[in-house]
């Protein structure tokens, strides 16, 4: 029996075993810690888009549309942590495992095994640049559109049942209840008011809403079966009462604005638009400042993910016979900080209270440095550990804590043995 030899990929043979090792080890973790991380973040909105689409009676389905203009935002979020929790945990498997000290042995050094982790990082910048730089001001826009057109009812604001709902200034409806998602409307009333005075009361079974193709701003309510009570005004002049089978009546929708051009905040201008506002002596002062904050903003954003590799080799690797996950937490509050430490920069430096290069290139130096240190202690001092002491101050805390747990920890009833009898 012949067996057939699958010949493997070009790719697979331009790329080291060594280097297709430690890919298959990042890429795993760093897909489910982005996955993990934008959908902690869209879940929190999306609680909050719920409650606000039912306040302002709007369709579900502009929820998830709203979410979809967020998710470039969020993602230019969990991209970089994405990329240090992977080169982290792939680190800290080999280390953990000790095939970290045999491919030290056998003299491959970290920017060696780094070579993979820098490849992706590469990408993700490209995809992270596209995202901060181009679409995300675009969705943002876009997602405001949203907002602005649910609030002012230009998504087709439902009707709320039960109430008296007021329509073009001089009618009243009430409808008693929805059924079918809205297509069939049970226990209908209107009141309707003409410029001569007149005055019209309906009051119909069920009824439907129908849009018509010659008027886009007028919609038909069809009634079924129903009554129409007609008040002339007039003294002494008794109403006017008609039975129907189906009537139908027109509704003049309101006028609705037409929303504001896109650059009316700094986060929604594209890179070419920055600049040039940015260094333009034709734009306002306070223009001027927000648009070279939100422009050093992006820029420093994009700048600590070529650090990012490092930062996750000197937090991987744990000491030596232990298995502490500090360096994991220590991670993302270094990150999360970092992110805060710059919001606050662009906002004072878009008020023009601070230069940008204090708001955000001295804070960017500072952790660059932290980070390069760090790393340097890992990488080239022997047995050197980059939170050494937090490591050890963190298995004291652990050992008091264990101990204390074990003192409290009721002891488990052993019945002694019995005397035997005196003879």
């Not at 493997?8 to 973790?29: E, G, M, Q």
């Not at 491919?103 to 993700?124: D, E, N």
């Amino acid at each position: 029996m012949r067996t057939r030899s699958r010949t493997p990929s070009p790719l697979l043979n331009v790329i080291p075993a060594i280097d297709r090792y430690i890919l298959r080890l990042t890429i795993v973790p760093m897909l489910g810690v982005f996955a993990l991380a934008a959908s902690l973040l869209m879940l929190d909105k999306m609680l909050r888009l719920f409650d606000f689409v039912a306040v302002e009676g709007g369709p579900v389905g502009v929820v998830f549309k709203m979410l979809g203009a967020l998710i470039p935002e969020y993602a230019s979020l969990a991209i970089p942590l994405g990329l240090l929790l992977g080169v982290l945990l792939a680190f800290r498997k080999l280390a953990t495992s000790s095939e970290l000290d045999t491919m030290r042995g056998v003299g491959m050094s970290y920017l060696r095994l780094l070579r993979m982790p820098y490849a992706i990082t590469l990408a993700l910048v490209a995809v992270n640049v596209a995202l901060v730089f181009y679409i995300q001001p675009l969705s943002r826009y876009y997602y405001e559109q949203l907002e602005y057109e649910l609030r002012s009812g230009a998504l087709g604001a439902s009707i709320k049942v039960g109430e008296f709902t007021t329509l073009a200034d001089r009618m009243a409806l009430r409808i008693e209840e929805s059924e079918d998602e809205g297509r069939r409307l049970v226990g209908i009333f209107a009141r309707v008011a003409n410029a001569k005075g007149q005055v019209l009361s309906i009051s119909a079974r069920e009824g439907a809403f129908l849009a018509t193709r010659d008027n886009p701003d007028t919609i038909i309510l069809r009634l079924t079966e129903g009554t129409i009570i007609q008040d002339t005004g007039m003294r002494g002049q008794t109403p006017r009462v008609l039975s129907f089978s189906r009537h139908d009546l027109p509704i003049d929708l309101p006028a609705i604005e037409k929303f504001r051009a896109r650059g009316d905040e700094t986060r929604e201008y594209i890179l070419p638009e920055l600049l040039q506002m940015g260094w333009s002596r034709k734009a306002a002062p306070g223009q001027r400042d927000a648009s070279v904050a939100s422009f050093n903003f992006r820029l420093v954003e994009i700048l600590m993910m070529f650090l990012m590799p490092l930062l996750a080799v000197a937090l991987a690797i744990p000491p030596k016979r232990s298995t502490s996950a500090l360096g994991v937490f220590v991670s993302i509050i270094m990150v999360v900080a970092y992110h805060k430490v710059n919001q606050y920069g662009e906002d004072v430096a878009a008020l023009g209270r601070l230069d940008p290069v204090l708001a955000f290139w001295v804070p960017f130096a500072l952790f660059a440095g932290l980070i390069v240190w760090m790393y340097y202690r890992v990488a080239h001092v022997p047995g050197g550990q980059a939170i050494g002491a937090l490591e050890m101050a963190f298995a004291k805390l652990s050992r008091r804590l264990a101990k204390l747990f074990a003192r409290r920890r009721p002891r488990a009833y052993r019945p002694q043995p019995e005397a035997a009898p005196a003879k």
